[in-house]
């Protein structure tokens, strides 16, 4: 049996548990490597929303987020990005971390008076939309086999994305 607090989610809890499952996913990789890409996508998917959710909050990270919040800010994103050329692949599915990462570049100048710099900007989205594009959360039900090439591809944007978090 899992033991922990599985109360409302936090922004904390987010980056505690994207610490946790990235660790998990590096002893993966080797002999497991579709758990490890699942497990990073869903680590990508963390940091993108608990950058997002602290961007929103002014820097606040341990008030729980309130199931009425996550729908706001979701359908938030949706609106911000309706005139996105790529709007259908950007909130697709209830794990849209790529129209959160977009939303998180487009809004922080916004938000926050300013924008990434130019290149971060760049980084952050190429990140995100690397894992996107091999994760889904459905690969949960299914037997996986992922190249190497694929899951080097995954492990490196989700690096990029732990380690920058504390910029975005």
Do not use: C
Request: overall charge negative.
């Amino acid at each position: 049996m899992a033991t922990g607090s599985f109360g409302p989610d936090t922004v904390d809890d987010f980056e505690r548990a994207a610490i946790q499952r990235f660790a998990e996913a590096l002893h993966l990789a080797n002999h497991f490597p579709g758990g490890a890409v699942y497990l990073w996508g869903y680590v990508a998917e963390m940091y993108l929303k608990a950058a997002t959710l602290r961007l929103i909050r002014g820097g606040a990270t341990t008030a729980p987020i309130d199931p009425v919040e996550r729908d706001a800010v979701e359908k938030m994103i949706k609106k911000d990005l309706k005139l996105h050329p790529n709007y259908a692949q950007l909130v697709r599915g209830q794990h849209n971390f790529l129209g959160w990462a977009h939303w998180l570049v487009l809004n922080k100048p916004i938000i926050s008076g300013a924008p990434y710099p130019l290149q971060f900007g760049q980084d952050l989205i190429a990140s995100a939309e690397a894992v996107y594009n091999i994760w889904d959360p459905n690969m949960r039900y299914h037997e996986l086999a992922v190249t190497p090439a694929a899951l080097a591809v995954v492990r490196t944007a989700t690096e990029w994305l732990r380690s920058e978090y504390p910029n975005m």
